[in-house]
């Protein structure tokens, strides 16, 4: 899912940093007025785990990969806005450390996978009054609406974007083409989210109480 270098034209990347950097910095005062210590080891832990799990990609075609996220069970436990920073940090260590991703594309996907996957779990928890298959469908959801995110921005380019002879000048394939191409591979990771989230939601909760 990590979109790189090269695919995105800077009229689309230029202004995600400028939303990035307004939305992370509100991340930060949030994290600041609900941070516990006692939950640091557990919050380290998701963190580190949703960076291996994140790593393990599958190259899709088009120049994109399929991986898990770990954005919804750091999101129902530790909130939005932490699961946004913590995602955030996962991304820029896997694109300085292992080259994945892009450092054009970097605030774009922090903002689809890090604060789109983050708040679509928490809503839809909240929103389906919690329970067995809210924990599921957040962390289910919240994978497929962060790959239909960046199949839209990606989508977007060969309309926008073309030479004097009308061929893409960055992202080549339409909405038809990338967006199953995205979401189709990602309903299995999708399953896995919503089963980590099943599972082990209630007993970390109880651990943090």
């Not at 516990?36 to 994109?64: D, Q």
């Not at 809503?123 to 962390?139: C, D, E, N, V």
């Not at 921005?153 to 909405?175: A, C, Q, T, V, W």
Request: aromatic letters at 14%; charged letters at 10%.
């Amino acid at each position: 899912m990590h979109i790189p270098d090269g695919f995105v034209a800077p009229h689309i990347y230029i202004p995600s940093y400028m939303v990035f950097t307004l939305l992370f910095a509100k991340a930060l005062k949030e994290f600041k007025e609900v941070f516990e210590e006692k939950s640091l080891p557990y919050l380290a832990t998701l963190t580190a785990f949703a960076f291996i799990i994140s790593s393990v990609s599958l190259p899709l075609p088009g120049g994109t990969s399929v991986h898990g996220l770990g954005v919804a069970l750091l999101s129902l436990l530790f909130g939005p806005w932490t699961a946004f920073i913590c995602i955030s940090l996962v991304l820029f260590l896997q694109v300085v450390l292992l080259g994945e991703g892009g450092i054009s594309t970097y605030a774009i996907n922090s903002l689809c996978m890090g604060f789109v996957g983050a708040f679509s779990a928490f809503f839809i928890h909240r929103l389906f009054k919690k329970g067995s298959f809210s924990l599921f469908l957040s962390g289910f959801a919240s994978t497929l609406l962060s790959a239909l995110m960046l199949s839209i921005l990606l989508g977007i380019h060969p309309y926008l974007f073309k030479d004097e002879r009308g061929n893409p000048l960055y992202f080549p394939y339409s909405f038809k083409v990338v967006i199953p191409a995205l979401l189709i591979p990602h309903i299995l990771t999708g399953v896995g989210e919503g089963l980590l989230c099943l599972f082990l939601y209630e007993p970390l909760r109880r651990r943090l109480e």
